[in-house]
């Protein structure tokens, strides 16, 4: 084998191999709950979050549940998870970092999880659990590249080579004793990014 035919190899091996590559093996739903937020991943739509329609991060989602039979990820024994609240907390203090706390559903969330304190059903957990991931994958998006698309006002930033592989994020953050602290590193981490929050507190 070549020196060159080694390295398009190599190369080939290292893109394949890649997050922005991986290709979950998807594991079919064996629950009510599990099936539920797969048909909801597929419509790309719940009616019940401040924008229903999260298609553009209906692939992210698949890959995220798709791996696990769809199963319930910020909620254990019918009780939400540390992560999930402090996760849901974050989405409530949203306006504080420059996004609208309102686009992740910060009001909603202090009812669905009193609503959640009762007997809820297999559904409502699978409900909560999906509301969560989708607005957690557009908070991440916002709080990192930002709210606007720089191609849909003809300003030609590649964001791209920027994005997170958005469902190994997921995995972290819900495997973490410290979620908080992997948001934090989603942040611009420039000295002005802290500087204009100082302002906007202000």
Not at 51 to 74: A, C, E, Q, S, T
Not at 94 to 119: C, F, I, M, Q
Not at 159 to 182: Q, V
Request: glycine fraction near 6%; charge should be neutral; aromatic fraction near 8%.
């Amino acid at each position: 084998m070549t020196a060159m035919r080694r390295s398009s190899t190599l190369l080939l091996l290292l893109l394949v191999c890649s997050p922005a590559f991986a290709q979950t093996v998807e594991v079919p739903p064996t629950t009510e709950g599990g099936k539920l937020i797969q048909s909801l991943i597929t419509a790309a739509r719940m009616d019940e979050l401040r924008w229903p329609d999260f298609n553009d991060y209906r692939k992210h989602l698949r890959n995220f549940y798709g791996g696990i039979g769809y199963g319930l990820v910020w909620s254990r024994g019918g009780h939400v998870t540390p992560q999930a609240r402090t996760i849901i907390a974050l989405f409530e203090a949203a306006d504080a970092k420059g996004v609208n706390s309102v686009d992740y559903d910060g009001p909603r969330w202090h009812d669905r999880l009193t609503a959640l304190e009762r007997t809820p059903t297999e559904t409502d957990l699978a409900r909560f659990d999906l509301a969560v991931s989708a607005s957690l994958m557009r908070y991440i998006s916002d709080l990192h590249i930002g709210r606007i698309n720089p191609r849909n006002v003809r300003f030609d930033l590649d964001i791209e080579a920027k994005k997170y592989y958005l469902p190994k994020l997921l995995t972290d953050i819900r495997e973490s004793n410290d979620p908080g602290a992997i948001l934090a590193q989603v942040e611009p981490q420039y000295p002005e990014y802290r500087r204009l929050q100082t302002a906007l507190a202000t």
